[in-house]
């Protein structure tokens, strides 16, 4: 198992901003794939971005592009995203997710967090 604990939720007026953080439980140096992805009410999990902790590579989904940032910091163990411009469309469980494989598909990542709470009110 690789423990995953999220922070960093709350709500904000739409344009606010927020940052998540994921902290990981894995020996440093570990190469992997974390993700953010959110779940509103009544929908399905969706990826938001991802980031490959071996070079940093990052991807995004295009609703979110230039809007939230994902980052990390190896030192630590820790994984962030930085959301600006916040959107009510926004709104939902966001949980950071670990994996041997990259993408934006919940599928494909095998360690959750248990998420944190984001709602963005117009």
């Known amino acids: 198992q690789v423990p995953l604990v999220e922070s960093g939720g709350g709500s904000v007026q739409a344009g606010g901003s927020l940052r998540l953080s994921c902290a990981a439980s894995?020996?440093?140096?570990?190469?992997?794939?974390v993700g953010w992805f959110r779940q509103a009410p009544g929908k399905e999990r969706e990826g938001v971005a991802t980031i490959y902790t071996g070079n940093g590579i990052t991807d995004y989904d295009t609703s979110v592009k230039g809007r939230f940032t994902i980052s990390q910091d190896n030192a630590v163990n820790m994984v962030y995203l930085q959301m600006n411009s916040l959107k009510p469309e926004d709104t939902g469980m966001y949980y950071c997710a670990a994996g041997r494989s990259g993408g934006l598909r919940p599928a494909q990542y095998a360690y959750w967090g248990q998420g944190t709470q984001v709602t963005v009110s117009s």
């Open positions: 894995w020996p440093p140096g570990s190469r992997a794939f």
